[in-house]
């Protein structure tokens, strides 16, 4: 007879999830992902002016704030046909870059990597047995006993005082951890060093932002970035080379200690490269615009179908035109009325009708986007399968590096097909944050030589016609493909609809019954002990959920089957 486990809230991620799960022979038989708060945002965004969109946008949450107000400013200069000068995009690219780069290192090691690494093992490891292995597989310099030794007796002293804080709900000593002693310091003496380094990516944020989160620098047609050499207020060629400074720290942090971690991970791991596969269809759309007009761009996009790698679908612009006709919206079993079936966003309805958690019928306030009336995954892992189906040079290099890597330690020969997998979404975006981590030098030295010409424009003017017209902005976020869709008429919002990546990924059934990618990727997992769900955790947040950005208040009610702790 099957289970039923309710892990609630699921944790280490942005917002409020919900995962249901019915057990049968000690394997996931059935899944239901439910985001438990209400957005809203597009509501309050008609009628209001396009050019103030981004500043609301980017509070749908305090994590992914910078990718919504680039979505949203793309948007109106989509629907304006505006073009935006070089120095803007270089701008933008580089704060777009060092977000994710503090993105993706907070996702693996604050994030998730406690789903791998068993921190009370940590008492038992040898730290110079921890730095020779660590030295053996990366030229890191703070691999160090010295540093290693001083992780271990954090752990020590807070085992020891009985109350372990931020660790205190993990599932230390579950059958499925497997790490020794030696490989989980090296882990954890990471989790510490990485804190540092994100918060190094967000600096250079902030100088080119303004501030962050809520960046507030942008404005539809450019940035608001004054470029002058010889004034310190100014961007000038010394904030060009301080950002310069922390970006190269941020680089080689992805590149000799994330990356190689991941590696090293997934290598000591290999069933989980056949475990949390679930949609096949993939999609990402092109990103890092390199001239004005959105022509050109450094990061590929496109559509995978089934799985089949072979087959993908080359998108050759941000906002291709297969890309714009194929979204829709489904709301069958979230909580909207739904009488007009799924819409596309230009038309989109976000009209709450909050029901309470019934899995045969609404239980989610995420809807189910569709691709051509089909889910599709999105993230990191998409965009890796689609640039290396075309040949993208950066992501062939470091996937190529990955699985390298992977079989150097472990001795496990992995395939891109492989990739589709829990691992492989952890593989992806460390393969991601090292295609990032080149392109942050490159567009930095883009910018200067641009600015080294004498070309100081950041902005052209919008100018809004009499009549209607619609947009949509794109970027691949950390998460996957983010859009905003927009329709102006009289230079005001008619309608505003954000399709983000946890509403791809955390989608609900929709009226086919087609499971989302969270849901479906649960499905036959194996739990060695269904009451500790710990695998459950481990496929859920390799999709680094961000449920503020997914749902279009919260409410405490509904019943509670089963209550699992969880760190």
């Known amino acids: 007879m099957a289970q039923r486990i309710t892990i609630d809230p699921i944790t280490r991620i942005e917002g409020h999830l919900r995962v249901d799960v019915e057990v049968d022979n000690n394997a996931v038989s059935n899944a239901w992902a439910s985001c438990t708060m209400w957005r809203g945002i597009e509501n309050i965004l008609k009628g209001r002016d396009p050019r103030d969109a981004w500043m609301f946008t980017q509070r749908f949450c305090g994590v992914c704030t910078t990718v919504h107000a680039m979505a949203s400013v793309r948007a109106v200069e989509d629907a304006l046909k505006l073009e935006v000068p070089l120095n803007a995009q270089y701008i933008r690219n580089l704060i777009l870059i060092a977000h994710a780069l503090h993105d993706h290192i907070v996702h693996f090691y604050q994030l998730s990597a406690l789903d791998w ?26 691999n160090s006993r010295e540093e290693f030794k001083v992780a ?69 047609g450019g940035v608001s970035n004054a470029i002058d050499l010889d004034s310190q207020s100014a961007l ?92 829709s919206e489904d709301v069958t079993h979230a909580y909207y009325q739904d009488g007009r079936g799924p819409l596309h966003p230009w038309v989109g309805e976000t009209d709450p009708a909050f029901t309470g958690w019934d899995g045969d019928q609404k239980y989610s306030w995420v809807k189910a986007p569709r691709f051509n009336g089909e889910p599709a995954q999105v ?24 699985i390298q890597n992977v079989k150097a330690v472990g001795g496990l020969q992995v395939t891109p097909e492989m990739l589709q997998s829990t691992l492989g979404r952890h593989a992806a975006r460390a393969i991601r944050a090292c295609m990032l981590a080149e392109l942050a030098e490159k ?8 600015i080294a010409k004498g070309d100081y424009a950041v902005y052209n003017a919008p100018v809004f016609p009499s009549h209607e017209v619609e947009g949509v902005g794109t970027h691949e976020a950390p998460r996957g493909t983010l859009s905003h869709w927009i329709v102006i008429k009289d230079a005001k919002i008619k309608n505003y609809q954000a399709v983000v990546p946890s509403t791809w990924n955390a989608s609900p059934r929709d009226r086919n019954g087609a499971h989302g990618p969270y849901e479906a990727s649960l499905l036959r997992t194996p739990l060695a002990r269904p009451e500790e769900p710990l695998e459950v955790l481990r496929t859920v947040h390799s999709f680094d959920p961000c449920m503020a950005c997914a749902c279009h208040a919260f409410d405490p009610s509904g019943k509670q089957i089963a209550k699992v702790k969880v760190l």
């Not at 993230?379 to 990955?402: D, E, N, W």
């Not at 567009?443 to 641009?450: C, F, K, M, R």
Request: glycine share 8%; hydrophobic share 45%.
């Open 443 to 450: 567009h930095l030295q883009l910018l200067t030589d641009n």
């Open 236 to 327: 000038n060629m010394d904030r060009l080379e301080a950002i310069r400074e922390l970006l190269g720290e941020v680089v080689r942090f992805v590149q000799q200690v994330y990356f190689v971690d991941v590696c090293a991970v997934a290598a000591m791991y290999p069933e989980w490269f056949k475990i949390g596969g679930g949609v096949r269809n993939y999609l990402a759309v092109p990103d890092l615009p390199l001239d004005s007009a959105g022509s050109a761009y450094d990061l590929p996009g496109g559509y995978i179908a089934n799985g089949n790698i072979g087959g993908t679908h080359a998108f050759k612009t941000a906002s291709d035109k297969e890309f714009r006709e194929a979204v």
């Open 379 to 402: 993230g990191p892992l998409s965009q890796v399968l689609i640039g290396f189906a075309q040949g993208h040079p950066l992501t062939v290099k470091y996937a190529t590096q990955a």
């Open 152 to 220: 271990q007796d954090r752990v020590k002293a807070v085992a020891a005082s009985g109350q372990l804080g931020i660790f205190q709900n993990g599932y230390w000593g579950h059958p499925a951890m497997r790490l020794s002693p030696d490989v989980n310091l090296l882990a954890f003496a990471h989790y510490v060093q990485a804190l540092e380094y994100q918060r190094k990516a967000l600096q250079v944020v902030a100088m080119l932002g303004s501030k962050t989160p809520h960046i507030q620098n942008l404005t539809p």
């Open 117 to 142: 690494v068993d921190i009370l093992q940590i008492p038992k490891a040898d730290p110079a047995s921890t730095a020779k292995l660590a030295e053996s597989l990366s030229p890191w310099t703070r």
